[in-house]
Each structure stands twice: as C-alpha cells, then as structure tokens.
C-alpha cells in the first residue's frame, strides 16, 4: 500500500454507504475535521459513485468504505483510513501510524464495519439529522 503522502495532491472522495445512519454519520464527523474541503462526501449508490467505483466490481461495493484520490487510486476498507487521514486537520500523524500497520489498520477497520448496526445504535438521531445536514452540504450533485 503506498504511504499516504505518496498519494496525488488534491481532493479525495470519500464513498460511503447512504443507506447506513452510521456510515453517514461517520463521513459527517471526517468532514468536521476537514475545514478545507479536502474530502468529497459521494454515496457509492450515486452515479459518480459509480464512475469513481467503476475498477471495483459491483457486487463489492457495499462492502466497504473507499477513498478515491483525484489520479483515481481507489483505496477500500482500512486501507482507505490513512489516505483520508493524511488529509484531515492534524492528521499527518494518524495517517503514518495508519499506514506503518496496515495489517492491524484493516483488521480494526473489518471490527468497525462488521458491527456498524451496532454501532449505529449509540448514534442519536439528532445527530444524524446533523450528519445528513452537513452531507447535503457538502456533496456535489450527483454524488449523494
């Protein structure tokens, strides 16, 4: 996996599952921290969700998250986390740690995922409501 600097310069989209509160509001909170504007929210449902996934097989890309940088280098599950990370206010360090153990990366990334029901219990709805306000936000038409 290239390190996240080795990555192209510009925005990365972040696909996400739209029909997941958790996911939702997962991508809602990686966007707080980006105050800049590095990240693009898309809805791997969307059409451009679709254009970006287009090297990733249907059938497998509700199965994780995925970063797509602006070369379109697609990055999926934990191998995605110090990509988006690299982009975030005060990331850098989260990213190297990230991308040093990708092993233990996306190992906690499948923990993460494969409980999202669960997860998304402790979420309450009004922040939800919140994450969807800030996706619609910042999504491009098209992508949400």
Same mark, same amino acid.
């Given at each position: ?8 310069? #510009?925005?990365?989209? =972040? ?10 509001? @997962? =991508? ?8 800049? #504007?590095? &990240?693009?929210?898309?809805? %791997?449902? /969307?059409?451009? $969700?679709?254009?970006?996934?287009? @090297?990733?097989? +249907?059938?497998?890309? &509700? ?6 940088? /602006?070369?379109?280098? =697609?990055?999926?599950? $934990?191998? *995605?986390?110090?990509? %988006? +990370? ?13 991308? *040093? ?6 190992? $906690? ?9 669960? +997860? $998304?219990?402790?979420? @309450?709805? @009004?922040?939800? +409501?919140?994450?969807?306000?800030? &996706?619609?936000?910042?999504? *491009?038409? #098209?992508?949400?």
């Amino acid at each position: 996996m290239p390190s996240p600097t080795s990555v192209a310069d #510009g925005p990365v989209s =972040v696909l996400y599952d739209r029909d997941c509160g958790f996911c939702r509001w @997962s =991508v809602a909170k990686l966007l707080e921290l980006d105050p800049v #504007g590095s &990240l693009e929210p898309v809805a %791997i449902q /969307s059409s451009h $969700g679709s254009q970006l996934l287009a @090297s990733v097989p +249907a059938a497998e890309r &509700l199965a994780s998250a995925h970063a797509v940088t /602006s070369d379109g280098r =697609v990055f999926s599950g $934990g191998d *995605a986390a110090p990509v %988006i +990370a690299a982009r975030l206010r005060r990331g850098k360090a989260a990213a190297a740690a990230a991308g *040093a153990f990708p092993p233990l990366t996306r190992a $906690g990334y499948r923990l993460v995922a494969g409980n999202r029901e669960f +997860a $998304g219990r402790f979420v @309450s709805g @009004s922040s939800r +409501a919140r994450a969807d306000t800030l &996706l619609a936000g910042r999504t *491009a038409p #098209g992508s949400g």
